[in-house]
């Protein structure tokens, strides 16, 4: 199967695919940008709850 440029597929994309598909984008990167701050700070995910009180 040929490959096709992103930029060919983005264009046959409705603006509003195009907008989900830039939000799914920006909160990945969050999630990863997340990730890496809290290997940095070697805390974990329940560490963050218990001291943000949540249950």
């Given at each position: 199967?040929?490959?096709k440029p992103f930029?060919?597929?983005r264009k046959?994309?409705?603006p509003e695919q195009r907008a989900h598909s830039e939000t799914?984008?920006?909160l990945i990167l969050l999630h990863?940008?997340?990730l890496e701050l809290?290997?940095?700070l070697r805390v974990v995910?329940?560490?963050l709850e218990k001291d943000?009180?949540?249950e």
């Open positions: 199967m040929k490959t930029s060919e597929l046959r994309m409705t799914r984008a920006k990863l940008a997340l809290q290997q940095s995910q329940d560490d943000l009180g949540a």
